[in-house]
């Protein structure tokens, strides 16, 4: 009976990972409807580039910082026949499942720093941000690196409960991305010299919503395949993400006053926020969780924006930073017993747990981007960046054909440009 429980662990959690690839695409179209057309290729390039650079970096490096495990060995050994790896591939499979979330932390930068950065720094960031500085907390929270988890036992009385990386993906990712967008300035021309902002639309709300759509789908193969066992799987789990999504949904509505690209980005804030407590949460109170980080989302992007000048194009730092961390401290709340919740957390343990998180994101983002920004730069010129970042740098905008001179005089059938 070993052996095919152990294909079913193996077939689970592979499909959570190519549900959490899929959500790359999300990122991907969620950054192209909200930049510029002028930006929309450079938007698509970096997510998938900075995927590939993730994956290598997490391969060769960063996996075996955070869980002690190497792949340098003989495939019949790894496939699990040597005895050092699980059977049937499965610890090959985990890994894919944790590089996809690895590489959420490039993807969810590349959204703040959208329009104005480089595009080499920026796949270097990712190398170094996906081998040390993620693995390293990664290994901390979801591993036995430097028995942190044992001290948060023995301090609070429980461990740090992330069950699906509000903090360690979501929080991380986005306070990284602070240090990013603050050493890159704001976009030119975003701020005028009196304090006044100058309004920049998205460019496509329906490429937006495809992103948000494609990322809240994909969102339950990230929480319910967690469990990364079948024995493990919960229902609770998949009503939680449901709730609080909606709940996400329903209170950015109502506080932005129907604004499509908050209400599309209130369903992601109410599944970032859920993440870390989607397994010891009463349904109601993930929707309460998912209706705060809707709200929260809300204002800290229009605060960030308006009154303290920082220049993040999608909102991650308010998306991710502010309700990942908000999402680690409601598993303590809404995860208690006396308020439905399963039990087995401690608020405490929580709030030092998630405070700890954002500092070392935040220490992460200054240090890597400050040190890129000193040695080789980390912004466009003014010309590249009027022209736009598809132009300067893939040579190809969006929408070629628009591009090509409008030709005059009569039709030359031999030209090959006109007849199309």
């Not at 991380?172 to 890159?184: E, I, N, P, R, S």
């Not at 009196?194 to 929480?223: C, R």
């Not at 040190?371 to 980390?378: D, E, P, Q, S, T």
């Amino acid at each position: 009976m070993e052996s095919p429980s152990t294909g079913v662990d193996v077939l689970f959690v592979l499909l959570g990972a190519i549900m959490v690839l899929a959500m790359h695409a999300g990122f991907a179209f969620l950054e192209v409807g909200t930049v510029r057309r002028k930006n929309q290729v450079n938007a698509l390039v970096k997510i998938l580039t900075d995927f590939a650079m993730s994956t290598c970096a997490y391969f060769f490096i960063g996996y075996g910082i955070a869980y002690g495990i190497d792949f340098l060995v003989s495939a019949k050994v790894l496939s699990g026949t040597g005895g050092a790896f699980a059977p049937k591939g499965y610890d090959l499979v985990k890994f894919f499942f944790l590089a996809t979330f690895a590489a959420a932390i490039p993807a969810i930068i590349s959204g703040g720093i959208a329009e104005r950065a480089k595009f080499w720094p920026q796949l270097a960031a990712t190398c170094v941000i996906t081998a040390f500085f993620y693995p390293a907390f990664e290994g901390m929270v979801w591993g036995s690196r430097l028995g942190f988890q044992d001290w948060m036992l023995h301090t609070f009385g429980s461990q740090f409960h992330d069950f699906a990386g509000s903090v360690v993906v979501h929080a991380f990712g986005g306070w990284v991305a602070l240090g990013a967008v603050v050493m890159l300035g704001a976009r030119r021309g975003r701020y005028r010299k009196n304090g006044s902002v100058v309004g920049i639309p998205p460019s496509n709300i329906p490429f937006l919503a495809l992103g948000a759509w494609i990322l809240s789908v994909g969102w339950f193969g990230f929480n319910v395949m967690s469990a990364q066992k079948m024995e493990g799987l919960s229902g609770l789990v998949a009503l939680n993400s449901l709730m609080a999504m909606v709940g996400g949904i329903l209170s950015s509505l109502l506080i932005s006053r129907n604004d499509p690209g908050f209400i599309h980005n209130g369903a992601l804030a109410g599944l970032v926020a859920v993440c870390a407590g989607s397994d010891v949460m009463h349904p109601i109170g993930a929707l309460a969780t998912g209706a705060i980080a809707g709200m929260l989302f809300v204002v800290v992007f229009t605060r960030c924006q308006t009154r303290w000048k920082i220049d993040d194009v999608l909102g991650v730092w308010s998306l991710h930073g502010f309700c990942g961390a908000f999402g680690g401290i409601a598993c303590g709340l809404f995860g208690q017993e006396t308020l439905g919740g399963m039990g087995g957390v401690s608020l405490p343990a929580q709030l030092a747990g998630t405070v700890i998180g954002v500092a070392a994101a935040t220490a992460t983002g200054f240090i890597v981007y400050g040190a890129l920004k000193a040695a080789v730069g980390l912004r466009l010129t003014a010309d590249e960046e009027f022209q736009g970042a598809d132009i300067a740098i893939h040579q190809i905008g969006a929408y070629p054909e628009e591009e090509v001179p409008a030709y005059g005089g009569s039709l030359n059938h031999d030209d090959p440009l006109q007849v199309a």
